[in-house]
């Protein structure tokens, strides 16, 4: 016998004294140490809520409440799980009593008056069946515990290469400071405040600072000018969202999906007249409106190799003037109704 059935609780249920102590004697004899006995059902449930057995072997045949009536007892107030095995004891023979039995819970029988080489095999092959049972348990709490552990491993690895990516790309375009990272706070605010669940608005906001990604993609002589571009540089540097979304595109991870979609969508205007792909209204995916309002409003208020900055309240007026044509209406009068937290992440970090 495994020695570690010798110290699984087992709980004896028999009105009669002499069986409970016969029982007991048995058991310990054995090497089961912990034996406890009863000879009052009603105590059982309350005993077995609080004791952490392994083993319940019931009397049939008791006064007041028989072992049936602590079956239904035992099930009905869901005390035990449904494989936690009961031992009838029962000196009927009847096959009514044993199907009554089954029915209840019962794993196994023990039949009066007892034989002791009976029950101590049909105890030993109970509890080696629990024994197998707990064992699976375990193992499938580690297997969980293993798997919850290895998907925050890929989701922290995940969230640093975001991170480093958006700084690779920062690195390329190093007038805009900590444009990014704001980027990616004001963008959670804003999902938040438009109602998308939190999961949501956590990868938007850690998405959000790869929106400029493809722009490692573009030659210096144009992403470095001082000053406006022409209209052929212009079209080059256009290409960078769709550079992004490529260096994105085709993962599995959620997080680089979004990531993707911003990189995309990001140039798209509420009016159809943005790019890549020129379109509209609720056909921008929401995540590349709310990105939008987020890098402009950033790219106003600092300073640019081409402008200065523009103060906060020009800044407002011009997101205001843009509402319907270059940006969702309704996200810019969220992006309105929580200024006072957008500037207070703007303060946090300043360039």
């Given at each position: 016998?495994?020695?570690?059935?010798?110290?699984y609780?087992?709980?004896?249920?028999?009105?009669?004294?002499?069986?409970?102590?016969?029982?007991?004697k048995?058991?310990?004899?054995e090497?089961?140490?912990?034996?406890?006995?009863?000879?009052?059902?009603?105590?059982?449930?309350f005993?077995?809520?609080?004791?952490?057995y392994?083993?319940?072997?019931?009397d049939?045949?008791m006064?007041?409440?028989?072992?049936f009536?602590?079956?239904?007892?035992?099930?009905?107030?869901?005390?035990?799980?449904?494989?936690?095995p009961?031992?009838?004891?029962t000196?009927?023979?009847?096959n009514?009593?044993?199907?009554q039995?089954?029915?209840?819970?019962?794993?196994?029988?023990?039949?009066?008056?007892?034989?002791?080489?009976?029950?101590?095999?049909?105890?030993?092959?109970?509890?080696?069946?629990?024994?197998?049972?707990?064992?699976?348990?375990?193992?499938?709490?580690?297997?969980e515990?293993?798997?919850e552990?290895?998907?925050?491993?890929?989701?922290?690895?995940?969230?640093?290469?975001?991170?480093?990516?958006?700084k690779?790309?920062?690195?390329?375009?190093?007038e805009?400071?900590?444009?990014?990272?704001?980027?990616?706070?004001?963008?959670?605010?804003l999902?938040?405040?438009?109602g998308?669940?939190?999961?949501?608005?956590?990868?938007?906001?850690?998405?959000?600072?790869?929106?400029?990604?493809?722009?490692?993609?573009?030659p210096?002589?144009?992403?470095?000018?001082k000053?406006q571009?022409?209209?052929?540089?212009?079209?080059?540097?256009?290409?960078?969202v769709?550079?992004?979304?490529d260096?994105l595109?085709?993962?599995?991870s959620?997080?680089v999906?979004?990531?993707?979609?911003?990189?995309?969508?990001?140039?798209?205007r509420?009016?159809?007249?943005?790019?890549?792909?020129?379109?509209?209204?609720?056909?921008?995916?929401?995540?590349?409106?709310?990105?939008?309002?987020?890098?402009?409003?950033?790219?106003?208020?600092?300073?640019?190799?081409y402008?200065d900055?523009?103060?906060?309240?020009?800044?407002?007026?011009?997101?205001?003037?843009?509402?319907?044509?270059?940006?969702?209406?309704?996200?810019?009068?969220?992006?309105?109704?929580?200024?006072e937290?957008?500037?207070?992440?703007?303060?946090?970090?300043?360039?």
């Amino acid at each position: 016998m495994p020695e570690h059935i010798n110290r699984y609780k087992v709980l004896i249920c028999d009105d009669s004294i002499t069986n409970v102590l016969v029982l007991s004697k048995l058991l310990e004899s054995e090497g089961f140490d912990k034996v406890t006995t009863l000879t009052e059902p009603e105590k059982v449930a309350f005993e077995l809520e609080t004791g952490d057995y392994d083993l319940l072997m019931l009397d049939i045949e008791m006064p007041a409440m028989n072992g049936f009536d602590v079956m239904s007892q035992l099930k009905d107030h869901k005390v035990v799980d449904e494989y936690f095995p009961i031992l009838i004891l029962t000196g009927r023979q009847d096959n009514e009593t044993r199907m009554q039995a089954l029915e209840g819970g019962a794993a196994d029988f023990i039949s009066k008056p007892f034989d002791q080489a009976e029950v101590i095999l049909r105890v030993r092959n109970i509890l080696r069946v629990r024994a197998a049972y707990k064992a699976s348990l375990n193992h499938a709490k580690e297997l969980e515990h293993e798997v919850e552990k290895r998907t925050r491993e890929l989701s922290e690895a995940t969230n640093i290469l975001i991170q480093r990516l958006a700084k690779a790309g920062e690195l390329r375009d190093n007038e805009t400071g900590r444009h990014v990272l704001r980027v990616g706070q004001y963008a959670r605010v804003l999902s938040e405040a438009f109602g998308l669940p939190p999961d949501i608005s956590f990868m938007i906001e850690k998405a959000a600072p790869l929106h400029d990604l493809g722009k490692i993609g573009i030659p210096d002589n144009i992403l470095l000018k001082k000053g406006q571009l022409d209209d052929a540089e212009r079209e080059i540097m256009n290409t960078h969202v769709q550079i992004g979304a490529d260096l994105l595109n085709e993962h599995e991870s959620l997080l680089v999906k979004m990531a993707s979609s911003i990189a995309l969508n990001h140039h798209e205007r509420w009016d159809g007249t943005g790019y890549p792909a020129g379109i509209s209204g609720e056909s921008i995916p929401i995540e590349g409106r709310i990105t939008a309002i987020c890098d402009v409003f950033d790219a106003l208020t600092t300073v640019r190799p081409y402008k200065d900055a523009w103060s906060i309240e020009d800044a407002v007026a011009e997101l205001e003037n843009s509402s319907g044509s270059h940006f969702d209406p309704a996200l810019v009068r969220l992006f309105m109704d929580n200024l006072e937290q957008i500037i207070a992440i703007r303060e946090t970090y300043s360039d």
